[in-house]
């Protein structure tokens, strides 16, 4: 019986995210989770309570092993020094992601469309969902990035890590756009190259002066 009900749980997490993913978060109603993941409404209920307990859920599922694999490479980096290069400050913060987003076997893929639609929402609601996912990343990284870059200003930096977030986003949500445009000579499919890529890019806006 414990093993059925964990089934229909993972069953309407993954209907529910492909839908929020393709359309939206506010645009999908529990009904059209209900069909896509063929149940009834009380299996949602028992499990999340509501449409946007289950947004949470689908949200946490995803980006709470992502968070914690980041400030787990970051603890790593300050029990070696306790100002850690920037390079390996970047390579923990969008290094997850960017291996995530390419990994179909955990579902990055239709998980970052998701995030993205998130990040791009009006909703109140939702924004204050991903400022809760993330806080604690941010909590972590941010005194790191201020160490990392001693000469930068707080408003400049807090400007170029916006920049960051849409870099990073952007790559993990249109990188087959790049392919077409280079007529194949760049290969988002290529994780490490992409990593190694973007945190070059991020590396020099973040140290400008």
Same mark, same amino acid.
């Given at each position: ?6 089934? *229909?749980?993972?069953?309407i997490?993954?209907s529910?995210?492909?839908?929020? /993913?393709?359309?939206? !978060? ?15 409404? +009380? %299996?949602i209920?028992?499990?999340f309570?509501?449409? &946007?307990?289950?947004?949470? !859920?689908?949200?946490?599922r ?7 694999? #980041? ?11 306790? $100002?850690?290069?920037l390079? =390996?400050l ?18 990055? $893929?239709?998980f970052?469309r ?7 929402e ?5 924004q /204050?969902?991903? *400022? ?5 990343? /941010? ?7 201020q160490? +990392? ?8 930096l ?10 990073m986003?952007? *790559?993990m %949500?249109?990188? &087959? #756009?790049?392919?077409?445009? =280079? ?5 988002p499919?290529d =994780?490490?190259e ?8 991020l590396? !020099?806006g973040l140290?400008?002066?």
């Amino acid at each position: 019986m414990k093993r059925k009900k964990l089934d *229909t749980k993972t069953v309407i997490l993954d209907s529910a995210e492909a839908l929020f /993913a393709r359309k939206g !978060a506010s645009a999908v109603s529990l009904r059209q989770v209900i069909a896509r993941a063929k149940v009834n409404l +009380a %299996a949602i209920h028992y499990h999340f309570g509501g449409k &946007e307990a289950l947004l949470q !859920a689908v949200l946490t599922r995803r980006l709470g092993p992502l968070n914690a694999e #980041r400030l787990s490479l970051l603890d790593d980096a300050e029990g070696k020094s306790r $100002r850690v290069p920037l390079k =390996t400050l970047l390579e923990a913060l969008v290094g997850p992601a960017l291996r995530l987003s390419r990994d179909p076997k955990k579902g990055g $893929r239709e998980f970052m469309r998701l995030l993205g639609r998130c990040f791009t929402e009006p909703d109140d609601k939702i924004q /204050a969902m991903l *400022t809760r996912q993330l806080h604690e990343v /941010a909590e972590r990284f941010l005194p790191a990035f201020q160490r +990392a870059l001693p000469k930068i200003k707080k408003v400049d930096l807090f400007w170029r890590l916006h920049f960051l977030v849409g870099a990073m986003a952007h *790559t993990m %949500a249109d990188a &087959e #756009r790049l392919r077409e445009f =280079t007529g194949g000579m760049c290969d988002p499919d290529d =994780t490490e190259e992409t990593v190694r890529q973007l945190v070059t890019f991020l590396e !020099a806006g973040l140290k400008a002066r």
